[in-house]
């Protein structure tokens, strides 16, 4: 049974950092590639770092430079260490693996992040 667990959110004040976890069984976590999205209330959810299973990374616009995906092919973990959090940060934050060759895509129930003062 594949699982994707995700953990770290949490309430933060307006500058302040959170580091998500997604912990993953099930799959051979070095074949994949995972990705952090987001969704907001009221609005679609979208991508906000993604990495390769050869460890190349890719932001959205809006979060470079303030956050770093990073995974750990031994624990089967995919972080998202995020700096510098703004209100428009706030949202659910999802986990995805993904396998193209193989057609698989998993998501993770979501951890809340809130950013306010």
């Known amino acids: 049974q594949v699982q994707l667990v995700e953990s770290g959110g949490g309430l933060v004040q307006p500058g302040g950092s959170l580091r998500l976890s997604c912990a993953t069984s099930?799959?051979?976590?070095?074949?994949?590639?995972m990705g952090w999205y987001r969704q907001a209330p009221g609005k679609q959810r979208e991508s906000v770092a993604s990495?390769?299973?050869?460890?190349?990374?890719n932001y959205a616009d809006s979060v470079k430079d303030r956050f770093t995906i990073s995974r750990d092919n031994i624990k089967d973990t995919v972080y998202l260490q995020m700096n510098s959090l703004k209100p428009e940060d706030t949202a659910v934050y999802y986990c995805?693996?993904?396998?193209?060759?193989?057609?698989?895509?998993?998501w993770g129930r979501g951890t809340q992040v809130t950013v306010s003062s």
């Open positions: 990495i390769s299973a050869g460890g190349i990374t």
């Open positions: 099930g799959i051979l976590f070095s074949a994949y590639a």
């Open positions: 995805n693996a993904e396998r193209r060759l193989t057609q698989r895509n998993y």
